[in-house]
């Protein structure tokens, strides 16, 4: 069973950015960052393969990059340029097989995930 704990969340002006961190137990051949905001669904936010090959969602695309420091068992979303849309608890997740690179990716369930960071972006 993978352990997943995030970190690093807060509050920032809009325009600003901040650095999510999420330790791991053991490496996964997908992990992802996903987000809810009050009163909608969980959306998946980035994705990186075992290989190191990442996907995003529309949204993130260009504000967001996620990446993964295997020496160190930490998985990071990078997020610059935020906006008061991007509100939400933010979860990192793991999904310890997946059958080939192309199933790891913003739109799919995973199987473990952590309790979550708040990030709150004011206006």
């Known amino acids: 069973q993978v352990q997943l704990a995030e970190s690093g969340g807060g509050s920032v002006q809009g325009g600003g950015s901040l650095r999510l961190s999420c330790a791991y137990t053991?490496?996964?051949?997908?992990m992802a960052w996903f987000r809810q905001a009050p009163g909608k669904e969980r959306e998946g936010v980035a994705t990186?393969?075992?290989?190191?090959?990442?996907n995003y969602a529309d949204s993130a695309k260009g504000r967001f990059t996620i990446s993964r420091d295997n020496a160190k068992n930490t998985l990071y979303l990078q997020s610059n340029t935020l906006n008061p849309e991007d509100t939400a608890m933010y979860y990192c997740?793991?999904?310890?097989?997946?059958?080939?690179?192309?199933?790891?990716?913003?739109?799919?369930?995973?199987?473990?995930w952590g309790r979550g960071a708040q990030v709150t972006v004011s206006s």
């Open positions: 997740g793991a999904e310890p097989f997946v059958w080939t690179e192309s199933m790891c990716h913003p739109g799919r369930a995973v199987r473990y």
């Open positions: 053991y490496i996964t051949d997908c």
């Open positions: 990186i393969y075992r290989s190191g090959n990442t």
